[in-house]
């Protein structure tokens, strides 16, 4: 069936980087962009950016523009975001989600948990 | 950056009663372009609603969208035990997308 498949739980330092992934099953993965969301403990949701997995195109939120760079490798069916350069205050729980224009984000990843602590 | 408002923020109601829940936009959604998701604890968002009025794929005829420009409503026409969870609007007519602060539905 349709689904998209993230990495593990990471633990980083402040000022490290981290990278999640999200394998997608299921569905022709170039026909479909990747978004990604995140959403900080007991918080609401927060667009971070989507790619374009046939074009490799991207386009991300001013707030995230610079260190955020979400990328693919169409061979693995894999979009990936990595988080530069990060602080305790992105501790969050990060989803990407596949999505059209008409539908909005119909396949959500399982969620991955980063936790940054020193 | 269209900002959307939820109201409101909790609402307390028993199982078998009606929920309207509202989302204000800044400024007009294009073309309808607007969704719900609700959010369980511990799971994924999954979407209700697109295009303002549209169930996704398998959402039950109980759940239902309304509005157009910056009013929009989500209905559930009778409360099910599974539906006390926590419910977002979104807009994806325009970048950067937004959603709202999300409304808590709570078991009264």
């Known amino acids: 069936q349709v689904q998209l498949v993230q990495s593990g739980a990471e633990v980083k330092k402040p000022g490290a980087s981290v990278r999640v992934s999200c394998k997608a099953s299921?569905?022709?993965?170039?026909?479909?962009?990747i978004h990604w969301v995140r959403q900080a403990p007991g918080q609401g949701l927060e667009w971070m950016g989507w790619?374009?997995?046939?074009?490799?195109?991207?386009n991300y939120a001013p707030k995230f523009q610079g260190w955020v760079t979400v990328t693919r490798d169409t061979s693995i069916s894999t979009a990936y975001m990595e988080l530069s350069r990060v602080t305790s205050d992105d501790t969050a729980v990060y989803y990407c989600?596949?999505?059209?224009?008409?539908?909005?984000?119909?396949?959500w990843g399982q969620g991955t948990v980063v936790t940054v602590s020193s | 950056e269209i900002v959307l408002t939820q109201s409101p923020g909790t609402l307390s109601l028993s199982p078998g009663e009606r929920a309207s829940l509202s989302c204000r936009a800044s400024?007009?959604?294009?073309?309808?372009?607007l969704a719900w998701f609700q959010q369980r604890p511990g799971q994924a968002p999954r979407l209700l609603i697109y295009?303002?009025?549209s169930r996704a794929t398998g959402i039950p005829d109980r759940f239902s969208g309304s509005g157009s420009g910056t009013d929009f409503t989500l209905t559930i026409s009778r409360l099910e035990p599974e539906d006390f969870a926590v419910y977002y609007c979104?807009?994806?007519?325009?970048?950067?997308?937004?959603f709202g602060q999300g409304t808590r539905l709570e078991i009264k």
């Open positions: 989600a596949r999505a059209t224009v008409e539908y909005s984000f119909e396949i």
């Open positions: 299921g569905y022709t993965f170039t026909g479909y962009y």
């Open positions: 790619i374009n997995p046939n074009s490799g195109g991207t």
């Open positions: 400024q007009g959604v294009s073309t309808s372009y």
């Open positions: 295009g303002a009025s």
């Open positions: 979104q807009q994806y007519g325009s970048s950067p997308i937004t």
